[in-house]
């Protein structure tokens, strides 16, 4: 079951209903009726006040979607004929096209919608658009949801109306009296008499054709004593519908409102001894059936002017009423006359389940076809104009950042882009530095060719001589540089270089057991050659003195070996503590267990860097660097 609370915000009076069920099995759950002491042109307290009703009404225990009504007197109605179908093109081109019949407003500070109506000209549509300006939408948005109310939907009350109609049964077709023409279709009129206006509906059969709100209402009357007697307006129009009903004058005594007060003491003294004044009203009921009867014929003559201007007002067979003014003496006489049919009481209640005591039905049945039909609109049924667009759409959590976070998933899909690029750019740069395909563009057929650390490799003429590059197979067909080739081709090309080593080491291990040659490794370790180094100058330190060995430097493999260091003496003996190491060092180059290789001459091992300390002690000195080249074998430790 579908829960849904309608509220409308009437005209003097707001009324909000709860419905439960289906558009045909419904059930009224609660009704609450308040006045609105707030005129219309008092647009945000007004909407104020609505908020405050509404809020009152779902604490008493309503439940469900809120939808909100908005009044037909504040929207521009008109029809247009485009020449082509389709409900999505027109949603597109409709308010452009409203622009130009709408005169004294801005169409772009307006909500715009449309009701297809039926065919156009040359085959388009006709359409019944409203236009409503978003001051009066937004405050009462704005009101609602102060007091934590959200509508979702946002009908206009005319519509509401139109729908209610359609579900009591209004538009059913019935047998008529009178013969239809060629060609006629049966039209229904709805007519909602209200305190400040009157909307008047034309339905064929069940499909709405055109609607006009006349800005005159039954509450002028009541306005016109109030006026004219100096009484509360509201008050006015009860007095004047008891009058008319009874009959006869009312008289009642009224109190004088009292001057405002004053500062000095005297005028308070005055004040407080002085008695409320009292004044006697009549209203007569001759003055009262005057300005009724002069309301019921401007409003004829407002109505007839409109069924003048409307075509299908020629086919009306039924008329129904509602609204609060609906049951006031001689509109229903008066209503035959314009029509031409007999007028009757649209009764909404009939075709509900309720509560309602028959006193409240008797006093609210002709209030509440408006809220009914708003409250109908989830339940199915006639959808109506849909006035919550563009920036008066409802915000909720996901749709408060949706925007936000449609921008941030653009954003970081287009950082993906970027970085994907770059990496797409990285990884081709990688290719080629390791060896990507390179195929001559006029050679399409030719041998494939490699860029990179790839093509360095294969550079040459070595991997094509097959007596250098060949893998025999026992079977008899040998793998080639041809065949490496193709492989190298195929394979990814991180792989490449892996694959050329491990084919490189195939035919290495051929080779060696073909020649019966393997590699043998007679070097001792690097370590040996420091240890050896280390007893040199430990022989030696005597003569040597105090030196500083600044950088000691160990190359082990071929076929540059060697042992450098850096060291730096100081003193006038610089040079006799140096040819001692020197000594030391030929001395060793005679053992047969040296790593070190001798020397042609002493300057091809040693370079002298002259130095003078001018700043501290003035004491010269030199730096010496010394090469000492290791054999490629020695035995240090013997055999």
């Known amino acids: 079951m579908v829960r849904s609370v309608g509220i409308d915000p009437g005209e003097d009076t707001a009324k909000v209903v709860e419905l439960d069920g289906t558009y045909r099995k419904t059930r009224l759950l609660r009704v609450h009726v308040a006045p609105v002491a707030v005129p219309a ?188 007697h100096g009484i509360d307006p509201s008050r006015g129009h009860e007095l004047a519908l008891e009058v008319l009903r009874s009959g006869r004058d009312v008289e009642f005594a009224l109190e004088e409102e009292l001057p405002d007060a004053v500062d000095d003491e005297e005028g308070a003294a005055a004040e407080a001894v002085a008695a409320p004044t009292m004044r006697q009203v009549v209203i007569s009921h001759a003055e009262t059936e005057a300005a009724h009867t002069a309301y019921l014929q401007r409003l004829a003559r407002e109505l007839v002017r409109y069924l003048t201007s409307v075509t299908k007002a020629a086919t009306i067979r039924a008329v129904w009423t509602t609204g609060m003014g609906c049951r006031a003496p001689g509109v229903t006489e008066m209503l035959n006359e314009v029509f031409g049919v007999e007028a009757r009481e649209l009764d909404v209640l009939a075709n509900l389940q309720h509560d309602l005591e028959p006193e409240e039905v008797e006093a609210l049945g002709p209030h509440l076809a408006t809220a009914i039909g708003l409250a109908l609109t989830k339940l199915g049924g006639p959808e109506g104009f849909d006035l919550r667009q563009e920036d008066l759409v409802v915000q909720r959590g996901f749709e408060r950042i949706k925007f936000p976070l449609a921008i941030l998933c653009m954003v970081a899909l287009l950082a993906l882009v970027f970085y994907s690029a770059k990496l797409s750019a990285e990884l081709r740069n990688l290719e080629l530095q390791i060896g990507k395909t390179y195929i001559d563009p006029k050679k399409p057929n030719g041998t494939p060719q490699f860029h990179g650390m790839l093509h360095s490799v294969l550079s040459g003429k070595w991997f094509e001589n097959g007596s250098q590059f060949r893998i025999e197979d026992t079977k008899g067909k040998d793998y080639t540089y041809k065949n490496l080739i193709e492989d190298l081709a195929a394979a990814p090309v991180h792989k490449r270089l892996l694959m050329v080593r491990d084919k490189l080491r195939l035919v290495a291990d051929q080779k060696q057991k073909n020649s019966g040659i393997y590699e043998d490794v007679s070097l001792e370790s690097g370590l040996a050659v420091l240890v050896r180094f280390a007893q040199i100058m430990k022989t030696v330190e005597p003569q040597l003195g105090r030196y500083l060995m600044l950088k000691l430097s160990l190359n082990m493999k071929a076929p540059n070996r060697k042992l450098e260091f850096l060291v730096a003496f100081r003193g006038d003996d610089f040079r006799d503590r140096m040819n001692a190491l020197q000594l030391a060092l030929e001395a060793d180059y005679e053992d047969p267990k040296s790593p070190f290789e001798k020397p042609s001459t002493r300057a091809e091992s040693s370079k002298e860097e002259p130095f003078r300390d001018y700043a501290e002690t003035n004491v010269p000195g030199s730096y010496y660097k010394i090469t000492l080249r290791v054999k490629d074998s020695f035995m240090p430790f013997g055999q």
């Open 41 to 228: 042109s008092d647009i945000q307290g007004r909407a104020d006040a609505v908020a405050a009703i509404a809020r009152e009404a779902i604490d008493t225990g309503m439940k469900g979607e809120p939808l909100l009504g908005h009044p037909c007197r504040e929207a521009v109605l008109r029809v247009l004929d485009l020449p082509f179908k389709g409900h999505e093109q027109i949603r597109k081109v409709v308010k452009a096209e409203a622009e130009g019949e709408i005169h004294g407003y801005v169409v772009d500070d307006m909500v715009v919608d449309f009701h297809e109506i039926g065919e156009g000209t040359a085959g388009g549509t006709r359409l019944l658009v409203a236009a409503v300006p978003k001051a009066g939408l937004r405050a009462q948005l704005d009101a609602l949801a102060g007091n934590s109310i959200e509508p979702e939907h946002i009908d206009l009350d005319t519509m509401a109306l139109w729908r209610a109609a359609h579900w009591a049964g209004a538009f059913a077709a019935e047998d008529e009296a009178a013969p239809v023409p060629m060609g006629a279709s049966v039209v229904t009129a709805v007519v909602e008499i209200g305190a400040r206006s009157v909307k008047v509906l034309l339905v064929e059969g069940e499909n709405l054709v055109d609607m006009r709100v006349i800005r005159v209402g039954d509450a002028t009357v009541g306005d016109g004593l109030a006026n004219r």
